[in-house]
């Protein structure tokens, strides 16, 4: 069984993508959401401009390290004019659904009653197409399973709950995209002095494999020094999604690298991007690194699915 420690391997070209990369004046670069289109790696990267405030600008590299092509206005962005976005589009992912013909974007619209999931569709990443507000307030975290089950389109997301301001992983369902249903919890930050015990949330979209959804997720811990955002995974079943059957005890991959330590949020890796080659079975999971830049790391798919099934807790993830 390989150790966690040793699963995943930072691009020696990190960060990827920063700041000075940029065709316009803008503070940060981060969080991005992957896919593969036209043979590219597409990520679509939360930009944070001078005023604080985020949008979404598409990024293409033809290998997925270097060469990046940076589109010169951003793909989506708040409206300053409606009180759901007007303070910025942030944390997107992208899946893409082929009986759709079409990637569907999930991402985070954020205005003065907090941020909600939201949903849009692209054939190009030229131009999309709005569906709409998922799900309401305070709500985020949220990406889109790439085929239906059980006849279902299905979203994770993470609410915040109003009464006890716990933060986990939840399950909705939909047969349309616009309206969303059964909500379920999934997976949830556990009790006590765990690297995830604070709050977790989705990463990028599952990959579906043999042994169940690949998902990969962020946990959080307070320490004295401030909070510490790290990497998890687990699986799930193929036919309910809402059942855990194997999730990481240790986290696979944390902040150690300086670009990770030191940024506008300090000791923070954020997944959301993750792209994966069935010639090579190599994942590359793309992250923000401290708030401020794009970075990446590589594992092996069979490697990453062999720990889990071996080494992580098995059962449901809602331990409180």
């Keep these: 069984m390989s150790r966690s420690a040793d699963l995943f391997t930072r691009s020696p070209a990190n960060p990827l993508l920063t700041a000075a990369d940029w065709p316009y004046p803008v503070n940060a670069v981060f969080n991005p959401a992957a896919t593969v289109a036209d043979g590219e790696t597409v990520l679509l990267c939360r930009v944070e401009d001078r005023r604080g405030i985020s949008h979404l600008t598409v990024a293409r ?137 604070v709050r977790v949330g989705m990463g990028p979209p599952p990959i579906e494999t043999d042994a169940g959804w690949l998902v990969v997720y962020h946990g959080v811990k307070n320490m004295v020094a401030g909070p510490i955002y790290r990497v998890g995974a687990a699986l799930l079943d193929r036919d309910n999604p809402s059942q855990v059957l194997h999730r990481s005890d240790e986290w696979l991959l944390g902040p150690t690298a300086p670009y990770e330590l030191t940024g506008d949020a300090h000791t923070v890796i954020f997944p959301t991007g993750l792209v994966h080659d069935p010639q090579t079975d190599q994942l590359r999971l793309y992250y923000g690194a401290a708030d401020s830049c794009v970075a990446m790391a590589t594992a092996n798919l069979s490697e990453l699915i062999d720990h889990l099934r071996s080494g992580g807790s098995t059962g449901s993830g809602r331990t409180r």
């Design 61 to 197: 590299s033809a290998d997925g390290v270097s060469g990046w092509r940076i589109d010169d206005r951003p793909l989506i962005a708040g409206d300053p004019d409606d009180p759901i976005s007007m303070w910025g589009a942030e944390d997107p992912r992208i899946t893409r659904m082929d009986e759709l013909d079409a990637w569907l974007i999930a991402y985070t619209a954020y205005g003065p009653k907090g941020p909600c999931v939201a949903l849009a569709a692209t054939t190009d990443f030229v131009k999309t197409r709005s569906l709409g507000v998922a799900l309401p307030p305070e709500d985020k975290n949220a990406c889109l399973l790439p085929r239906r089950v059980n006849g279902h389109y299905l979203l994770f997301h993470r609410p915040v709950s109003s009464t006890s301001g716990s933060a986990d992983i939840w399950l909705s369902r939909s047969t349309d995209l616009r309206a969303w249903t059964g909500a379920q919890p999934v997976l949830a930050s556990r009790a006590g002095p765990w690297w995830d015990a």
